[in-house]
T-cell receptor, first 113, second 114 residues
Framework: DGGITQSPKYLFRKEGQNVTLSCEQN?????MYWYRQDPGQGLRLIYYSQIVNDFQKGDIAEGYSVSREKKESFPLTVTSAQKNPTAFYLC????????????FGPGTRLLVL | DQQVKQNSPSLSVQEGRISILNCDYT??????FLWYKKYPAEGPTFLIS?????DKNEDGRFTVFLNKSAKHLSLHIVPSQPGDSAVYFCAASARTGSQGNLIFGKGTKLSVKP
């Protein structure tokens, strides 16, 4: 069954703690993306990766870090530098080239204790 | 500065009638447009897209219209069903110069009443 999985579904972070959100895809897609959604807001791009071992900052990269060591995996770390981490985090992927349709995982809700 | 705008935060429609969701954009370099549907606490699901070389694309009950001169697109759902109740996001992409990244609107919450 092809798709994008994100884990965990809910994640709690304590003050000063780094947490890592997992994103895995078995669609053989080249590009992967991380978005953040806040209530009443659209999706804002945090980081993206077009190929393995390469990634680029999106619009709101401060306080986040990523890695892309494998084609299937694109984990996102929310660092203690991110002062307002409570949000719904979405991972997406798309195949290389056209069209630009991105396919999304189920999301992870991050809450701060 | 919002490049993709969905000016109606919510829309309520009776079951069986037409739902029309609107989206405006400001960047004339956008040449590919998509609509996503999202339920609470779930990821968005792709609905339908349109390239700037077309002005209409249809898929079952869903039709997207593009008016390039007005920088406006709309999603028509006919007939509307209660299961269509969700938040709908419009997204746009410029195929040259932006690596195909999507810019999303803030969404319109559609409620279809039985």
């Amino acid at each position: 069954d092809g798709g994008i999985t994100q884990s965990p579904k809910y994640l709690f972070r304590k003050e000063g703690q780094n947490v890592t959100l997992s994103c895995e895809q078995n669609l053989n897609h080249d590009a992967m993306y991380w978005y953040r959604q806040d209530p009443g807001q659209g999706l804002r791009l945090i980081y993206y990766s077009q190929i393995v071992n390469d990634f680029q900052k999106g619009d709101i990269a401060e306080g986040y870090s990523v890695s892309r060591e494998k084609k299937e995996s694109f984990p996102l770390t929310v660092t203690s530098a991110q002062k307002n981490p409570t949000a719904f985090y979405l991972c997406a992927s798309k195949s290389g080239g056209l069209p630009e349709t991105q396919y999304f995982g189920p999301g992870t809700r991050l809450l701060v204790l | 500065d919002q490049q993709v705008k969905q000016n109606s935060p919510s829309l309520s429609v009776q079951e069986g009638r037409i739902s029309i969701l609107n989206c405006d954009y400001t960047n004339s370099m956008f040449d590919y447009f998509l609509w996503y549907k999202k339920y609470p606490a779930e990821g968005p699901t792709f609905l339908i897209s349109i390239s700037s070389i077309k002005d209409k694309n249809e898929d079952g009950r869903f039709t997207v219209f593009l008016n390039k001169s007005a920088k406006h697109l709309s999603l028509h759902i006919v007939p509307s069903q209660p299961g269509d109740s969700a938040v709908y996001f419009c997204a746009a992409s410029a195929r040259t110069g932006s690596q195909g990244n999507l810019i999303f609107g803030k969404g319109t919450k559609l409620s279809v009443k039985p």
